[in-house]
């Protein structure tokens, strides 16, 4: 069984960047794509950014789009998500999730095993 462990969250201003980094405890996850969700207060979780297996394929949500990047080291089995120009906007609790399949998705019922999740806020 994978688990995910998030980290690298925090508070911030508007404009600054932050790198969260999800870990994976149980096994490897080198074989399974992956994805970052967030979830403001009062809101619905949301589709972040999704990668695959190994790295060659990634895609975003709009909102973020040229401001997140995901990555993933399969060696240090760990996926990452470097967040750029930080909006208000940008604040909720962000999860790492793990799907027992190779390909990204955007869809959260697609994903097997989630994160705890790490607080992200930014003040303006």
């Known amino acids: 069984q994978v688990q995910p462990v998030e980290s690298g969250g925090g508070l911030v201003q508007a404009g600054d960047s932050l790198r969260l980094s999800c870990a994976a405890s149980g096994r490897t996850f080198s074989s399974e794509g992956m994805g970052w969700f967030r979830q403001a207060p009062g809101k619905e979780r949301e589709f972040v950014a999704t990668i695959n297996w190994n790295g060659d394929s990634t895609y975003y949500a709009d909102s973020v789009k040229g401001r997140f990047t995901i990555s993933r080291d399969n060696a240090k089995n760990t996926v990452s998500l470097q967040m750029n120009s930080l909006k208000p906007e940008d604040t909720a609790v962000y999860y790492c999730?793990?799907?027992?399949?190779?390909?990204?998705?955007?869809?959260?019922?697609?994903?097997?095993?989630w994160g705890q999740g790490t607080q992200v806020t930014v003040s303006s």
């Open positions: 999730a793990a799907r027992l399949r190779p390909w990204l998705s955007i869809h959260s019922y697609e994903y097997d095993y």
